[in-house]
């Protein structure tokens, strides 16, 4: 598939297609992997994934107390942050997690119940480039391997800048690219072959794995994802690079 000229573009892994077909594609990805999520990301990441969001919601550092403190997971699937973030802070953390998939939000509701948070993490389906909240709603907006998913990158940014209310914190967790030399053959290896193939085992078919991977490639580097953190408004953007650059947490402030 190949786009025309005149319509805005986006990467569907290695492919370029128009911005309207990418979230369609992307839909059909995580319709299929919703029941097995969880159970790839622990095979694929092994295990490293719950480090990772562990140390993403400790840099998020919700109030213990009952103060209000009001969390949009944006792109949240099937709620692995927002029960960190409910389970870190106090009474007065609260989570919406905003899923433009279905099958993701069914599995995340599922899963809210099972573990006693329902109450606390309240999901529902909603695109990160249209999101139905009023200005400056929120304390703090994250999304957490999402934002490479989201074909209006820009957009769903000035999103996130319009809910957070004055002082609220911006935070994305998301595969960046290795910066340890001779690490990257390794790794490339492993991506292109292994998790496709333990995809493929798991849940019956390689290709969304395939997509997930090149979706990874073809995300900006951390410096550049930064400036355009920056150009939707933000101040005080930062970044830190965990696991030899294979992961990125970026953070602003709406001031
Ligand atoms: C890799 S999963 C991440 C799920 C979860 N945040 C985690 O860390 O486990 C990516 C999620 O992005 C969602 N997504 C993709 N495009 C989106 C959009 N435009 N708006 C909201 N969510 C989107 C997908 O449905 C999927 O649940």
């Not at 329902?118 to 999901?123: I, N, T, V, W």
């Not at 304390?139 to 002082?167: H, M, Q, S």
Request: glycine share 10%; charged share 20%; proline share 5%.
């Amino acid at each position: 598939m190949t786009a025309d000229q005149t319509q805005p573009t986006a990467a569907i892994g290695f492919t370029t297609v128009k911005q309207a077909e990418k979230q369609a594609l992307v839909n059909e990805v995580f319709a299929k992997v919703a029941q097995r999520y969880d159970q790839m990301n622990d095979l694929m990441s092994a295990g490293l994934h719950r480090l990772w969001k562990d140390d993403f919601v400790a840099m998020l550092n919700p109030p213990k107390s009952a103060r209000a403190f009001r969390v949009l997971d944006v792109a949240g699937g099937t709620g692995d942050i927002a029960f960190r973030i409910a389970r870190a802070g106090g009474k007065g953390t609260e989570v919406t997690v905003a899923d433009i998939s279905p099958e993701m939000v069914a599995e995340g509701a599922r899963r809210a119940a099972g573990e006693g948070l329902a109450g606390r993490c309240r999901f529902m389906v909603a695109n990160a480039e249209a999101l139905p909240f009023p200005d400056g709603s929120f304390d703090a907006y994250t999304i957490a391997f999402g934002i490479r998913n989201v074909p209006d990158i820009p957009r769903a940014l000035g999103g996130a800048f319009r809910v957070l209310k004055t002082r609220g914190r911006f935070q994305c967790l998301e595969f960046s690219h290795v910066d340890v030399p001779g690490l990257e053959a390794i790794y490339d290896a492993y991506s292109f072959t292994v998790i496709p193939a333990v995809g493929k085992v798991v849940t019956g078919d390689g290709q969304p794995y395939r997509y997930l991977v090149e979706s990874i490639r073809t995300f900006p580097p951390a410096p550049v994802f930064a400036e355009m953190i920056a150009e939707a408004g933000f101040s005080r953007v930062a970044y830190r690079l965990l696991t030899a650059g294979t992961v990125a947490i970026h953070s602003g402030w709406r001031i």
